[in-house]
């Protein structure tokens, strides 16, 4: 069976048995790991260049603990493939909390804006729909940003990949749009919470602060692919895949886990 076809079924396979994880308690609520702290069970990459399920050179991977994105077996260049760690279920009305570290250097030719740069991508089409070359799935991305050591650089953005986003009744169709909050330099940890509540509205939060709230996230009519995932005329988004990223700067995480919200 061809790699691409077999590593789609295997997906597919992993949607239909859903295990349950341990939940941790958080007052009256109830939050459970994406992450187990030993291996990638539940995950599926899609890395540009490779089929999915392809985990080359090894970019995901887990070890004392940590889920954790390397180069180091790249051969010293990132070569513009942008990879993508998939949850295997869609998902509607969360909130997800991730906490996440930079480490080490970027690989020499990842991109200027790619310098401790990573994401969580929200509403996430099907990575079996995403071509082999396709650098960024369809999504609406909370990026993940740290500080040079000395210039100010808000974190947890929102990007829109093949998507928009409204904001104050107006539709933004700008690419990014900065956050309220602080630069967080070095290797620190840092926490960050998103809320999802459908196609209403999404807020990121950063150590218990809001710093970006939006709403009403759909497809870009003028991009071609989401125009390929539009089902007749309708364009807003109100569930999906969830993905961390690869963008060339190392990264680990130390907590994925969500909090599933009623209907």
Known sequence: ????????????????????AFALQDGDNEWTPLFNGRDLE????KIRGH???ENFANT?????GLLSVRYDKYGGEFGQQFGHLFWREK?????????????????ADGPGWAFRNSGVMLHCEDPATMARDQEFPVSIEVQLLGGDGTNNRTNANVCTPGTHIEMNGELI????????SDTFHGDQWVAVEIEVRKDEVIRHSINGNVVLEYGKPQLDRNDPHARDLMVGDAVRLREGFLALQSESH?????????????E
């Not at 789609?8 to 349950?20: G, T």
């Open 60 to 64: 995901f991977r887990v070890g004392e």
């Open 1 to 20: 069976m061809h790699s691409k076809v077999f590593a789609r079924l295997a997906f597919a396979v992993q949607l239909l048995f859903v295990a349950p």
């Open 250 to 262: 190392p990264i680990d995480f130390r907590r994925v886990e969500i909090l599933r919200l009623g």
């Open 51 to 53: 089929d999915l399920g």
């Open 42 to 45: 539940g995950w599926t990459p």
């Open 91 to 107: 998902l509607s009305s969360y909130r997800l909390r991730v906490e996440y570290r930079f480490v080490g250097e970027q690989l």
């Open 173 to 180: 169709t700008r690419h990014c749009i900065e956050s309220t």
